[in-house]
Structures are given as C-alpha cells and as structure tokens.
C-alpha cells in the first residue's frame, strides 16, 4: 500500500498567520489517465471529514481561496495564508490513485 | 443537495455481526460509486472499499476482506456494510463516501464489547 507521511504532527498558528502542511508519498501520485488524484480533507472536532481540494490543487466549492495546494509526483503542500478561527482541526492528506486508497496520520492544528 | 445519512451507533458482542446503512438523496443513486471508511484513534482513517452502485461490484482492501461486505439496495438509494466476526479492534466509527470524497455520511459509531 502506498505510505501518506504528513508532517507536521501537529502545527500551531496565531490567527492570521499563514499555516504549511507536507504530505509524502512512497510512490508517485500520477496516475495512468496522467491525473493525480490526491486530495487534502479537514475534519473538525465532532464532525465528518470535509473535501478541501482535489487533483492536489482544485479547491471544492464554497472552500476560501486562503487555501491552496500545490506539488507533484510524491510531494505535496498544503498552504493556509491567513488561518482564520475555523481553520482549527486535523487535516488529512489522501491518495485516490492507487488501491487502497490510503490516508495521511493527520496534522492537528491549533490556535496559538 | 447530496446527502450521506447513516444508520445509528450499534453495541455488538464480540463474534457477532452489525450491519450499517448509508442512505444517499439529492442524486441519481446509481452515478457514483459508494466507499467505507474506517476512523479509529489508534490506527487514523482506513479504507475499506467500494461498491459500484450500478452493478453491485465491489473491490475490498486485503485487509477487510472477510470482515466487511458490501451491499447496495436501489429500490431505497441505500448502500449496506455488514461486519462479521466481530472483535474489539473493530470498534470504531465507520464512514460512507462518494464522489471521490467530497460527499460524506456522518459516521456510525460500532462498539464492540462483551
């Protein structure tokens, strides 16, 4: 199975600072139609995950454009510009590109 | 609007078997394959597998296959995850998906406990 490791464990931010969250992959993401399916998800506590973005760089509808994504192959980044107060929560790494699909272990992050 | 509503939280002994719903609306049922996750504290999120909504087909992680099975009903747009054999390690709770992820249910907590 392909190996999501995420880094930081844990991340704290003031409000309005910006946030960085690394995901790697023990092989690469890019997929046989050439697409890379590897997506970043935010569960906040009590609730279901949530899609943020998808194809590492697409944002889900009605996501704030202070979050971005970007890399390729096996390396991917999570970016926050401005962490607002409902940015609080663990965030997620997940690969769609090969079977299983399979999850980072998580970011949790805090307010400072 | 699509939506995931699953079944309630479930108590089961160990080597008994629970059955969850995912009751999906706002879609046509049969446009989008429906996956199991699996969220424990110790382990973090797993995936389970999926079922082709259309066919009935499904693909199961190794590591479910024998625990989970997969099943959908049409006539009510309700996929089934029945869970066999049960032992404390399955205790967790156990999402639906679909769409590549941008639709979840709101999770079913199992315990499994004597």
């Known amino acids: 199975d392909v190996v999501m490791t995420q880094t930081p464990v844990s991340l704290s931010v003031a409000i309005g600072q910006p946030a960085s969250i690394s995901c790697k992959s023990s092989q690469s993401l890019v997929g046989t139609s050439g697409k890379t399916y590897l997506n970043w998800l935010l569960q906040r506590p009590g609730q279901s995950p949530k899609r943020l973005i998808y194809l590492v760089s697409k944002l889900d509808s009605g996501i704030p454009d202070r979050f971005s994504g970007s890399g390729s192959e096996t390396d991917f980044t999570l970016k926050i510009s401005r962490v607002e107060a409902d940015d609080l929560g663990v965030y997620y790494c997940l690969q769609g590109t090969h079977f299983p699909n399979t999850f980072g272990a998580g970011t949790k992050l805090e307010l400072k | 609007q699509v939506q995931l509503q699953q079944s309630g939280a479930e108590l089961a002994k160990p080597g008994s078997s629970v059955k969850i719903s995912c009751k999906a609306s706002g879609y046509t049922f049969t446009s989008y394959y429906i996956s199991w996750i699996k969220q424990t504290t110790g382990q973090g999120l797993e995936y389970i597998g999926y079922i082709n909504t259309g066919s009935g087909g499904t693909n199961y992680n190794e590591k479910f296959k024998g625990k989970a099975t997969l099943t959908v009903d049409k006539s009510s747009s309700t996929a089934f995850m029945q869970l066999s054999s049960l032992t404390p390690d399955d205790s967790a709770v156990y999402y639906c998906?679909?769409?590549?992820?941008?639709?979840w249910g709101q999770g079913t907590l199992v315990t499994v406990s004597s």
């Open positions: 998906a679909l769409n590549w992820f941008a639709y």
